[in-house]
C-alpha cells in the first residue's frame, strides 16, 4: 500500500497509524509535523500547484518504496492557512522490522522537507508577511540519502 494525500483539512495520526497496524508487519514507525510558532508567528500558509505536487509526493514514496522493504506507507501533507500547534504533515511507514520502518519514514520526511513542491508564507501577528526560504540544514539532512 502506497498512499499520498495533499490536502486542506485536518487529519488523524491515529487512524493512520491504525491502518499501518493492520497490514501485519512488525514495526510501524510515524512522523507528524506540527507548525511552530516561534517569533509571533499568527499563520503558515501553503501554497501548492495541484497535480504537480502529488506526483512529486508520489514520486519521493515510489522512492522508498523501492529501497525498502516496506508494507505500506501513508504520506499526508496539508495545503492552505495553518495556525501554530496545528498538524502540516504525516508520515507512516510499516515493515517487517524496525529498521526499515524507521529509514524509510527518515527518508520520506528529509526529502519531503527539501523536495516536495510547496510555497510558505509566514504571517506574524504584528502583520508583517514573508516567504520562508529553504534552511542548508534540511538538504545537510537528505543528503544522507
Same mark, same amino acid.
Given at each position: 500500500?502506497?498512499?499520498?494525500?495533499?490536502?486542506?483539512?485536518?487529519?488523524?495520526?491515529?487512524?493512520?497509524?491504525? =491502518?499501518?497496524?493492520? #497490514? @501485519?508487519?512488525?514495526? !510501524?514507525?510515524? *512522523?507528524?509535523?506540527?507548525?511552530? &510558532? $516561534?517569533?509571533?508567528?499568527?499563520?503558515?500558509?501553503?501554497?501548492?500547484?495541484?497535480?504537480?505536487?502529488?506526483?512529486?509526493?508520489?514520486?519521493?514514496?515510489?522512492?522508498?518504496?523501492? =529501497?525498502?522493504?516496506? #508494507? @505500506?506507507?501513508?504520506? !499526508?501533507?496539508? *495545503?492552505?492557512?495553518?495556525?501554530? &500547534? $496545528?498538524?502540516?504533515?504525516?508520515?507512516?511507514?510499516?515493515?517487517?522490522?524496525?529498521?526499515?520502518?524507521?529509514?524509510?519514514?527518515?527518508?520520506?520526511?528529509?526529502?519531503?522537507?527539501? =523536495?516536495?513542491?510547496?510555497?510558505?508564507?509566514?504571517?506574524?501577528?504584528?502583520?508583517?508577511?514573508?516567504?520562508?526560504?529553504?534552511?542548508?540544514?534540511?538538504?545537510?539532512?537528505?543528503?544522507?540519502?
Amino acid at each position: 500500500m502506497i498512499e499520498v494525500r495533499v490536502q486542506a483539512g485536518r487529519f488523524i495520526p491515529g487512524e493512520e497509524l491504525d =491502518r499501518l497496524e493492520a #497490514l @501485519g508487519g512488525g514495526g !510501524v514507525a510515524s *512522523f507528524t509535523g506540527i507548525v511552530r &510558532g $516561534e517569533g509571533d508567528l499568527a499563520s503558515l500558509t501553503l501554497d501548492h500547484y495541484p497535480g504537480m505536487t502529488e506526483r512529486m509526493l508520489g514520486a519521493i514514496a515510489d522512492q522508498a518504496a523501492a =529501497r525498502w522493504p516496506l #508494507l @505500506g506507507l501513508i504520506v !499526508v501533507h496539508r *495545503f492552505g492557512e495553518m495556525a501554530p &500547534g $496545528e498538524r502540516i504533515v504525516f508520515v507512516g511507514t510499516a515493515a517487517r522490522h524496525r529498521g526499515a520502518a524507521l529509514e524509510a519514514c527518515a527518508f520520506l520526511i528529509d526529502w519531503l522537507k527539501t =523536495r516536495a513542491p510547496f510555497w510558505k508564507r509566514e504571517r506574524f501577528a504584528d502583520g508583517t508577511t514573508g516567504w520562508v526560504a529553504p534552511r542548508a540544514a534540511d538538504d545537510e539532512a537528505a543528503s544522507r540519502w
